[in-house]
């Protein structure tokens, strides 16, 4: 099935911007929803964005509505979560993942069932 690995984590200040990256091996993401997640300390994982597989629908958790943007470059099989205005509450670990089926609905309904290929994640962290 492949795995996804995930990079571009970091420690920056309140306000500062990360760019996660989301690289297959073995497959190409092109046919394939890709989603970030995040799990921050002592909290449950949760969807942040998504991307279907012709890149016509986004999805965004509301906390991070206009400040995130995630992306797919086709030529470098790789989806992207650009991450601006970083805030103390967006610290945790991100982790991407793949779905032929499912999507995302806010928060912790994203049906974790429909998700796959997980990779090991990176940690995002927030601080001043």
């Known amino acids: 099935q492949g795995q996804l690995v995930e990079s571009g984590g970091g420690s920056v200040q309140p306000g500062g911007s990360l760019r996660l990256s989301c690289a297959a091996n073995?497959?190409?993401?092109?046919?394939?929803?890709v989603g970030w997640f995040r799990q921050g300390p002592g909290k449950e994982r949760e969807g942040v964005a998504c991307?279907?597989?012709?890149?016509?629908?986004?999805f965004y958790e509301d906390s991070v509505k206009g400040r995130f943007t995630i992306s797919r470059d086709r030529a470098n099989n790789t989806v992207y979560l650009h991450m601006n205005d970083l805030k103390p509450e967006d610290t945790g670990i991100y982790f991407c993942?793949?779905?032929?089926?499912?999507?995302?609905?806010?928060?912790?309904?994203?049906?974790?069932?429909?998700?796959?290929?997980w990779g090991q994640g990176t940690q995002v962290t927030v601080s001043s």
């Open positions: 993942a793949k779905t032929s089926t499912g999507w995302m609905y806010g928060g912790t309904n994203y049906g974790s069932n429909a998700w796959g290929s």
């Open positions: 073995g497959f190409t993401l092109d046919y394939y929803t």
């Open positions: 991307i279907n597989s012709g890149d016509r629908n986004t």
